[in-house]
């Protein structure tokens, strides 16, 4: 029955669009418009909730600011308010991105039934539902995490059965854990049908005593998913490492019980081990991998590599010393919580960046392709249908979600990503436009509901303009939606 | 010849050269493109619709070029097109689809496609560094610092971005320690389609590109290739250019089937070569498909799925002349149900094309977990 309704799905999503009164942007639109007026702000600097909700968020949508502001009194303790809500998702209501992305029919598909489907219906649908989550939801913050994990187990769709089991892996590892516990994660990711393909663990098997072990995997589990390639470990480790998940495999498409994760013991290294330190016994089988994982989850560089990225992501590029060591601090004495890693993290000086000496942080962080996208359909309330028209600038600008090659997934600094602005600036002139199919922005509502052009300018830069930027956004004649979505300042945040 | 020394100079910034991928979806029929005249078992094997010693163009005493390809044996008689047979890969499942797919990547579970890895590991790139002719990007794209696909060039035309736009943006970005050098080439490039788009293109050194009259498919095809010299003459920065020319299956008739593309691939790349001058030296054209077809011609003029095929290697430096260690088509030299054997790799003679594009010491980095030996092609 659920085979013959998929099958129907999928034959006919094609042909809904073109429907009368089956209009997907329609269905959109509706829950995500906000009534009445909103307020930018009138700070000529970025001022707090400017910034903490820049950073956490992927963009400020029309009216943010003012719920922001309405939790409390003071900004410091909406700020706090704000950040504790976004720590608990799960009360938050979702109900606008879980209807964003119904549609999405293989998202809810069990792991063995996605080879039902075409690896680029998957693809597509995977992409689509990460950008109408990153537009649409309102737990702001465990999107920018899941996106954070993305990166950091990161899987290409175009290697082998990835390209039907990642649909898998962001579902059951990444959107499962990511505010979980980091043990946990690492473990489901570790045993993750789409992983055991990617970096080969499958196909790492000890049979005979000449065999050796394919140390793909192992290299990259202490080299990007825990320790960090200066965290302490030595070639010897990774090849102990590798010798602890031999047997460890994924069933192909090409049979029955497609993509079970079995262990087997004929193709498992049984005999002593050593990694990091740690004595592991011969005839362990299974468990080798179970202390494998436990022991490089809790190594302390594991602590400072993934505190580390997280500051990068939400402070800077090179992260102030103290607050890598004080988020480390909280993840290890939490024993890899998660939340309250970023709980730590979070209520920073360096991050809040109140202090004079920390100033210049507000609004130097350049977004990355994905995130400059979303927060301009946040930012305009554009009404998306997240499809191919859009998409393809994410590839244009080099981030496709879901295909970078290689395992360190795509980079967080700015150096990376200053190379795009061409197809940064033709996608913000063509939203504003309208000519990216699929995607609409009602510029006249936007308008008016902000109070005019002065109001527009504030609420894209987050402050109010100098007088100079003004002048250029406002004197010239070029069309100023467009011209505020391609600025520097909106390239950042 | 005085070259002026800033046109001298403006050549030598531009030198990074561009790289053209061509794939013959369905399998093309190497057997009909560059036919082993001088070999009985091929006339055999296939006695209604083999090319004929005396139809065939001659390369050399033993391989012909179809008569419907005549427009390229000047460049391979001067030495620009290197023709590399019995090429293949080792994917055996004869499927349209696993074979294109392990051809595009560049080997069996790796990530990203061929061309994605070697402009990733040879570093720089800018917006327009690899482009696909069409509506969407192949595999063989997949994982390159940056990739548009694009139906026409006025997807890149300033449409929106017009003067004032610019000029505001040049404005605000100035000064800016991080983008603004960026700023700067996105307004080069931008201002570089802006001036191909106040023209219609006019092809030079006397290259005319297919009409209407050579067919639609020839026409089509030759307009895609036309775009791509296009890009390539305006300097805007491609290393990279994809273009597919489908409907090479032919099982039924096969000599109505592959005509018109015959024709198609012949006038593309005479005007192509023509059009681009003296850039053809920097600028190499591969024109490859996932497998060839079965030496043995079927009962209904056809022919099957087969393994090993022909590939070309158009300019960039090519070496030209065949390049095959011909394994024959008697029934001991044939492979599964009766097909030319793979004597050649494809990722071979891709390496030979790739190491003239800097990708000399980062061979292992595109083609992963291979040892590979490119050809001099």
């Known amino acids: ?78 700020t706090a308010a704000w950040i504790e809500e976004q720590l608990a998702p799960q009360k938050i209501d979702d109900e606008r991105a879980e209807r964003a992305v119904r549609r999405c029919d293989s998202l809810d598909a069990p792991i063995g039934e996605l080879y039902e489907y075409k690896p680029q219906v998957l693809l597509r649908e995977l992409t689509a539902a990460a950008l109408l989550r990153a537009t649409f939801s309102k737990r702001q913050l465990y999107e920018v995490l899941v996106e954070f994990w993305t990166d950091h187990f990161n899987i290409d769709c175009s290697k082998g059965e990835c390209a039907w089991l990642k649909a898998g892996d962001d579902r059951e590892v990444i959107r499962k854990h990511a505010f979980g516990r980091f043990p946990e994660l690492l473990r489901a990711s570790a045993f993750s049908p789409a992983m055991l393909w990617y970096l080969d663990g499958r196909a790492n098997v000890k049979r005979t005593a000449i065999e050796r072990p394919n140390e793909n995997y192992a290299r990259e589990l202490l080299e990007l998913h825990t320790l960090g390639v200066h965290g302490g470990y030595t070639q010897q480790d990774v090849m102990e490492a590798a010798r602890c998940l ?38 362990g089988r299974e468990r080798d991998a179970e202390i494998l994982l436990e022991t490089v989850a809790k190594h302390p560089s594991t602590a400072a590599h993934v505190s580390t990225k997280l500051c990068q992501r939400f402070l800077s590029d090179d992260p102030p010393r103290a607050a890598v060591e004080a988020v480390a601090a909280a993840f290890r004495t939490s024993g890899g919580e998660i939340v309250a890693t970023l709980r730590a993290l979070l209520v920073r000086p360096e991050f809040l960046a109140e202090e004079p000496e920390f100033a210049a942080l507000r609004g130097a962080k350049l977004k990355r392709p994905f995130h400059y996208t979303v927060s301009i359909l946040r930012a305009t309330e554009a009404a998306t249908d997240a499809g191919p028209a859009l998409t393809s600038y994410l590839a244009r600008m080099g981030h496709a979600p879901f295909q970078f090659p290689t395992p360190d997934g795509y980079p967080e600094e700015a150096a990376a990503w200053q190379g795009a602005l061409f197809w940064r600036w033709k996608l913000a002139l063509a939203l504003a436009g309208g000519h990216v199919e699929g995607t609409r922005i009602d510029a006249p509502r936007l308008l008016e509901r902000v109070g005019g052009h002065d109001g527009l300018v504030a609420h894209l830069l987050g402050r109010q303009p100098s007088a100079r930027e003004r002048e250029l956004f406002l004197g010239r004649g070029a069309p100023i939606l467009g011209l505020l979505l391609a600025s520097p300042i909106f390239q950042r945040c | 010849m005085i070259l002026h020394p800033q046109v001298a100079k403006d050549t030598e910034r531009d030198e990074p050269r561009a790289l053209i991928a061509i794939f013959l979806r369905g399998a093309a029929d190497g057997l009909a493109l560059v036919p082993p005249v001088g070999d009985d078992d091929y006339h055999r094997a296939r006695p209604r619709i083999a090319v004929q010693a005396s139809e065939g163009l001659r390369l050399d005493g033993f391989f012909a070029l179809h008569p419907l390809m005549a427009e390229l044996l000047p460049l391979f008689q001067e030495g620009q097109l290197s023709i590399v047979h019995a090429c293949g890969s080792d994917d055996d499942t004869r499927s349209h689809f696993e074979a294109q797919d392990l051809m595009e990547h560049g080997g069996t579970s790796v990530a990203g496609g061929w061309i994605g890895r070697w402009l990733r590991a040879s570093g720089g790139s800018g917006p327009l560094a690899a482009l696909a002719l069409g509506p969407q990007l192949p595999e063989s794209l997949r994982g390159a610092p940056s990739a548009a696909a694009l139906e026409s060039l006025d997807e890149l035309r300033p449409g929106d971005d017009t003067e004032p736009v610019r000029e505001v943006l040049g404005e605000l970005y100035r000064g800016d320690e991080l983008l603004g050098p960026s700023a700067c080439d996105a307004l080069a490039a931008a201002a570089r389609i802006g001036e191909l788009a106040q023209r219609t293109y006019q092809p030079e050194h006397g290259a005319v590109y297919a009409t209407a009259a050579d067919g639609e498919i020839a026409q089509d095809f030759g307009r895609g290739l036309a775009r791509i010299a296009q890009l390539v003459k305006a300097r805007v920065g491609v290393r990279a250019a994809t273009l597919d020319l489908e409907g090479w299956d032919s099982h039924f008739v096969q000599e109505t089937v592959i005509a018109p593309r015959l024709r198609a691939v012949a006038l593309a790349l005479s005007a192509f070569a023509r059009d681009l001058g003296p850039l053809l030296a920097t600028t190499s054209v591969v024109v490859m498909t996932e497998f060839g077809r079965r030496v043995g011609e079927n009962g209904s003029l056809g022919t099957d799925h087969g393994r090993g095929g022909a590939f070309f290697v158009l300019g960039g430096g090519t070496s030209g002349g065949m390049h095959c260690r011909w394994p024959g088509l008697g029934e001991g030299s044939l492979i599964g149900p009766g097909d030319l054997s793979v004597v050649h790799d494809y990722r071979d003679a891709l390496a030979g094309v790739l190491a003239r594009h800097g990708a000399g010491d980062r061979m292992e980095r595109v083609f992963p977990g291979r040892v590979i030996a490119p050809m001099p092609v």
């Open chain 1, 246 to 283: 031999t047997g460890w495999t994924v069933r192909d498409k090409n049979g029955f019980r497609k993509a079970s994760v079995e262990f087997h013991a004929d193709e498992h290294d049984d005999g002593r081990k050593s990694v990091l330190g740690v004595e592991i016994p011969a005839g």
């Open chain 1, 1 to 78: 029955m659920s085979l013959t309704r998929r099958t129907f799905l999928l034959a006919t999503s094609g042909a809904c669009v073109s429907l009368g009164g089956c209009d997907p942007l329609e269905v959109l639109r509706a829950p995500a418009q906000e009534s009445g007026t909103f307020v930018a702000s009138t700070s000529p600097g970025i001022d707090l909730a400017q910034h903490v909700l820049g950073r956490c968020t992927f963009g400020l949508r029309p009216g943010d600011r003012s719920a922001f502001l309405a939790l409390a009194p003071q900004p410091r303790a909406a």
